[in-house]
């Protein structure tokens, strides 16, 4: 196994978690909320996204998919084109509304099309690559790369107990 193998493994399985936290359920279920404060099944998905889009395109030195591919005026949210979510108040999740599990999956898996393109040709050369000096120390792609599969793997999480909850 390569280290792009292992790359394109951990990003496919935040993937299809991402999906099977959405699939089937209508804009009124991704939007509930246990509480006012709590995010929604919908605001992690499309968290989980942006901020994977957000940080491959910065690392890879490209576009978002976000705004390349049209995402940004489908969705319609009341929110900058630059927004990932994060920082985001209760208020402002709670304006991430009217979503379709077909939008999120279709943006999850342009997102994920990219994510693959960049990182299967990944050497483990590649990994110390500086990608971002604002922090002490610098932060490496691979630091990145983590932190990416690391934050996305929890909002899955987050997603699938959501889930859970409608059923119960």
Do not use: C, K
């Amino acid at each position: 196994m390569t280290l792009g193998d292992l790359l394109v493994d951990a990003f496919t399985r935040i993937r299809q978690g991402a999906e099977a936290a959405v699939s089937g359920l209508s804009a009124e279920q991704l939007a509930q909320r246990p509480t006012p404060s709590a995010n929604s099944i919908g605001w992690l998905v499309w968290h989980l996204t942006r901020i994977q889009d957000d940080h491959i395109a910065a690392v890879a030195d490209r576009e978002q998919v976000w705004t390349s591919a049209g995402w940004y005026e489908r969705f319609g949210l009341p929110f900058d084109a630059a927004d990932t979510g994060y920082g985001h108040t209760p208020d402002e999740v709670a304006g991430v509304r009217g979503l379709s599990a077909e939008h999120l999956v279709g943006y999850l898996d342009a997102v994920h099309a990219a994510t693959v393109d960049y990182v299967r040709p990944l050497t483990p050369d590649d990994l110390g690559r500086i990608v971002d000096e604002r922090w002490d120390p610098p932060v490496t792609l691979g630091v990145r790369l983590v932190s990416v599969v690391n934050d996305d793997q929890q909002h899955v999480g987050q997603a699938a107990f959501l889930r859970g909850l409608l059923s119960s």
